[in-house]
């Protein structure tokens, strides 16, 4: 059964950094790309990155590159995103999924064929 769990989510003033964990659990990390898409309330679902299983390429959003870093554990098996400099426009649910090939879109959220539950990040002084 594929799984991914989200964690490190939470409350932070602007400026503020806070590293988000995904632990998958279920499928082979060689072959399925991971990444991160977030949804802020009343807002669609949006790509933030994700990173190529075969040669760890990243890909970021266009607006978010430079201030969010994806990276991996050595088993491949926890995807972490690392938030620097936070606004208050990074207020959302931050969502790990996983895209149904070693490659993948950051832009496109119909991707994914599986998701996290979601952690809350609330950006506020």
């Known amino acids: 059964q594929v799984q991914l769990v989200e964690s490190g989510g939470g409350l932070v003033q602007p400026g503020g950094s806070l590293r988000l964990s995904c632990t998958t659990s279920?499928?082979?990390?060689?072959?399925?790309?991971v990444g991160w898409f977030r949804q802020a309330p009343g807002k669609e679902r949006e790509g933030v990155s994700c990173?190529?299983?075969?040669?760890?390429?990243?890909f970021y959003a266009e607006s978010m590159e430079g201030r969010f870093t994806i990276s991996r554990d050595n088993g491949k098996t926890t995807v972490y995103l690392q938030l620097n400099n936070l606004r208050p426009e990074d207020t959302a649910v931050y969502f790990c999924?996983?895209?149904?090939?070693?490659?993948?879109?950051?832009?496109?959220?119909?991707?994914?064929?599986?998701w996290g539950r979601g952690t809350q990040v609330t950006v506020s002084s």
């Open positions: 279920g499928f082979t990390p060689d072959y399925y790309a």
């Open positions: 990173m190529s299983s075969s040669d760890g390429k990243e």
């Open positions: 999924a996983r895209f149904p090939f070693f490659y993948c879109d950051v832009n496109d959220p119909n991707e994914p064929d599986h």
